[in-house]
């Protein structure tokens, strides 16, 4: 046995007792006449003490972060430390051996404010994962997934593993593929999501299913998103409307979200918002609701304008009000801001109406009595307001208002602070242009189109609505689902508009296609991101804290080093050659 006692447990009750702690050195302090050693274990620190001669010459060997097991007696400590647990007692160390010893010079400090560079602490993330926030950010994971878990047990599901080898499967993202080494030239590809499995499960006849699942796709990291997997609360229901699915949800969320916090959560039911008054109101599909300023169109306005740069645009409007307290400088920053790379404005016209009535800075000159009264009556500008304009075309525009308006809410701090807004963005279209101008599938290739065949068949492709909806906190998307598409001649439509044909169907879904000849249910089902989710409760503003082993920002593992060349035989037995062009 290595300890009797953790490091966090010990207390003024255990004095005298006799008690074997293991852990790791987090500090060591030589006074001379005794040597000070602050034990840390997942649990806790506590002090111990040598002043045995014999000791002192072994402790004089060791090293910070070295793991150590020692054997001694609780005493009173005589000058008590009230910022930990373990503050009012020492233990008097008779034994000391070394476990596990730590080289002299660490990559890093441990536990302390010093900066290090992410990919540093990538490489060695092992030592990274005993920095107190970090490993703290790993075990209030493990708690969430088991309150997720016994939820969702509570609520009737069961929980059921599907296939990690998997087909590929057109879902947003490009896939990772797997050469097969029994079936030359042919490929596995990992799962973007159980899509297919959760749905073949309700035509099985299983009533509710869930699994903490893992999703693999290949796209580009994000502060939000970790690059090449992560994971999903994923779930399925048969005989489910879109209202049954809600309803799973905001028990769910919620609960989860009030146990791990002392924020203030939002209960259900949550605020729902079509797509198409999402990008009209905040210029995105995922609005942060803790931001109060909101988009207006204010292209009536200036229909009779001499401004040239808004001639033929669609005009967005943001009211800031006491935004005329803010001074040029603050402006020009908005300016250089919307006019980044990142955002692409052409430019950022504004103004100013100050508490005197009078209209000034920006494009004041252009904003006519007419306007200005519009801009009163119709659309909120009040004394000591700021109106922010961005005239593009129509989606160009919304995209651009939508990140002024997130910037504006964070530089004047405006956000709600200390509360979690759920809300649900519904009535996705169903299909969107591609960058080619062909029809696409706009979110989920598997979902009911709102009217089913009749739409399909009667209407413009791009006016068509999907039973599709995403779950969105403070400014996060949350959890994304549908109701299925469960008929099989729909689904040969559907993919028909995107130019698919049933021959293609058949081939790429066979499975789907083939199971719901059996007599499918109505299903549906969503798919909250564990990931995030975490993050969001621990308020986290970069996904990889609360990932053990994350991947850095190049979708490369440091500490494994993935990805990784391999040898020729290894290629072989998959039946690869590789064609790489000299760099």
Known sequence: MYRTKTC????????????????????????????????????????????????????????????????GKVVERSNKNSKIPTGEIEVIANEIEVLGKCKNVLPFEINTDQEVRE???????????????LHNNILLRSKILKTLRDKMDELGFAEI??????????????????????????????????????QLLMVSGFDKYFQIAPCFRDEDPRADRAPGEFYQLDFE???????????VIEEVVPYTFKKFTNWKVDEGPFV???????????????????????????????????????????????????????????????TEFATSDEVGAKGLAWTKYEESGEVTGGIAKFITEEIKEQLEN?????????????????????????LVRIELGKRLELLEKDVYRFCWIVDFPMYELSDEGTIDFNH??????????????????????????????????????????????????AFEIAGYKEEDVKNRFGALY??????????????????????????????????????????????????????????????????????
Not at 168 to 194: H, W
Not at 531 to 554: C, G, T, Y
């Open 8 to 71: 966090g447990e010990l207390n003024i009750s255990n004095v005298n007792e006799e008690v074997e702690l293991a852990g790791w050195i987090q500090k060591i302090r030589n006074l001379g006449a005794m040597i000070f050693i602050d034990l840390r274990d997942q649990f806790g620190i506590t002090q111990i003490v040598i002043n045995n001669e014999e000791l002192q010459k072994q402790a004089k060997e060791l090293t910070t972060e070295s793991c150590i097991h020692i054997s």
């Open 237 to 247: 229901m048969s005989f489910a409307t879109q209202e049954d699915v809600f309803k």
């Open 378 to 402: 119709e659309f909120g500008m009040t004394k000591n307001s700021s109106v922010f304009f961005i005239a593009d075309e129509l989606k160009t525009a919304q995209k651009i208002a939508g």
């Open 514 to 583: 083939n199971a719901f000849q059996y007599g499918t249910p109505p299903h549906a089902g969503a798919a909250p991101g564990v990931d995030r989710m975490v993050m969001l409760i621990e308020d986290s503003q970069n996904i990889r804290e609360v990932i053990a082993f994350p991947k850095n920002k190049r979708a490369r593992d440091l500490l494994m080093r993935a990805p990784s060349v391999v040898s020729e035989q290894q290629l072989k037995d998959v039946h690869i050659k590789l064609d790489l062009e000299e760099k």
């Open 272 to 334: 729902r918002i079509p797509y198409k008054e999402a990008m009209e109101k905040y210029g995105i599909d995922k609005p942060d609701l803790r931001n109060p300023l909101i988009i207006q169109d204010v292209t009536k306005c200036f229909e009779n304008s001499e401004f040239k740069a808004f001639e033929g645009k669609t005009i967005k409007a943001i009211v800031v009000p006491n935004g005329a307290e803010q001074g040029r400088k603050f402006f020009d920053k908005m």
């Open 444 to 493: 989920n290739p598997f979902s009911m189109p709102q009217g089913g065949m009749e739409a399909l068949e009667s209407q413009d492709p791009l006016d068509i609505l999907a039973y599709q909806y995403d779950l969105v906190c403070n400014g996060y998307e949350m959890a994304s689902g549908a109701v299925r598409n469960h008929n099989p001649e729909i689904m040969v439509k």
């Open 119 to 133: 990919d540093l602490r990538l490489e060695y993330r092992f030592l990274d994962l005993r920095n107190e926030k």
């Open 161 to 198: 593993q599907t296939p990690i080898l998997a087909n590929s499967s057109p879902e947003g993202a490009r896939d990772y593929l797997v050469p097969s080494r029994l079936n030359p030239g042919e490929f596995y590809a990992l799962p973007q999501a159980p899509q297919q499995f959760k």
